[in-house]
């Protein structure tokens, strides 16, 4: 299954018209506002997004696993049906691995694959949350942070294996998320985990090639519920900066305890240069995963605000930008459409804050101007301008009905069959 250019182009000829008219009349109002349109839509073209392979079969939860069909059951699946969404959004040019499940055979057919579908490699993640079969160590008590030396030096092992697969695939970044931590006050010392934690990164970090960044994801609770060793961004922050300067924090939206105040997070961050990228997400309670925007798009705009005068600035430096959900009801691939969608239209009404305003606002005391300011661009229906820049750039003005219509799913079915199923989570 490969989506053409001719069949996005055949999906868009009912919709142009209406499209059209929609977006002739937003880029009037905007152009009015003094904003220049054709720059915004440069910059949200410009703006992509990895896909992570392990969103792109049906999630579970702890109690089940309802499996979708057509599912991607091997690495080459998985590289298509990123393929498929990028063929269709135009803004997901990227896969973020997972390893061991997603480690290739034949690295030059997964590369001439995943160069067919203009795919490249993201992030690599490593996996010390789960043991293999055959594995000579547990990380039932903990990998990085383990109190045994032989399992910490199986965890780096692991880690350092995840650099070398990277590098073969031009990936340019190694994801370090630890479920490590302890249930039960008293379980291990607090001070020695996070000791063992630090060695160990600083093991990995000399494996790290110049041009490589190192993204550090901290995490409140799950799968341990009295203390993970990372557990909020000043953890992994005060590991970032000790481990040196390819080191970063990642901010999982889903990574924080109720209310956390994330934008104020990224700002902190990003004035200390440490912001190293996200992954992308919503939630209610927890780490949720749900799809990006579902819940809190007010708060995704507002981090999307912190990062656009971030760029301006600080010196922070470029961004990975990662989705990280998966959950079990929707198709996958709808899901993540959905996703990358609330993630451009966040970053549109972001740009069209006017920032000098806000500022002389902001120097005057003015809040209730201050709020507008937000607020005005916030309510503003950018979704004509998102759908022309993917459409200029080859791809869907709807990007879902075009999925739909041209029955991707049902191919997919066809082609895999019904019971495939995604390895990993
Ligand atoms: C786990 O909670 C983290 O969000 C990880 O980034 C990610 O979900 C995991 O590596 C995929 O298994
Ligand atoms: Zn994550
Ligand atoms: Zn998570
Ligand atoms: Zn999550």
Known sequence: MKLTTDHIQQSNTKLKKEHQRKFDFLAESLDQRG?????????????????????????????????????????????????????????????????????PQDYEAIKQIADEVQIGFDAVNSNTFQDQAGQLQSYKYGSLANSEQAVRDLAVQHNKEVIEIGKKLGSKALTVWLADGASFPGQHSLRKALQNTYSSLQEIYKDLPEDWKMLVEYKPYEPNFYSTVIQDWGTSFLLANKLGPKAFTLVDLGHHLPNTNIEQIVATLMTEKKLGGFHFNDSKYGDDDLTVGSIKPYQLFLIFHELIRGFDETENPPLSWMIDASHNLKDPLEDLLQSVEAIKISYAQALLVDQKALESAQESHDVTAAQDILQDAYRTDVRPLLAEAIRQSGGAISAIDAYRNLNVREQLIKERGKSSKASGL
């Open 35 to 103: 904003l220049d349109v054709s720059e915004l839509i440069q910059k949200i073209k410009d703006l992509q997004i990895a896909i992570p392979s392990w969103a792109l079969g049906a999630g579970g939860t702890r109690f089940g696993r309802f499996s979708g069909a057509g599912e991607p059951a091997t690495l080459i699946h998985k590289i298509q049906d990123v393929g498929i969404l990028h063929a269709l959004n135009k803004s997901n040019n990227a896969v973020s691995l997972h390893i061991p499940w997603d480690t």
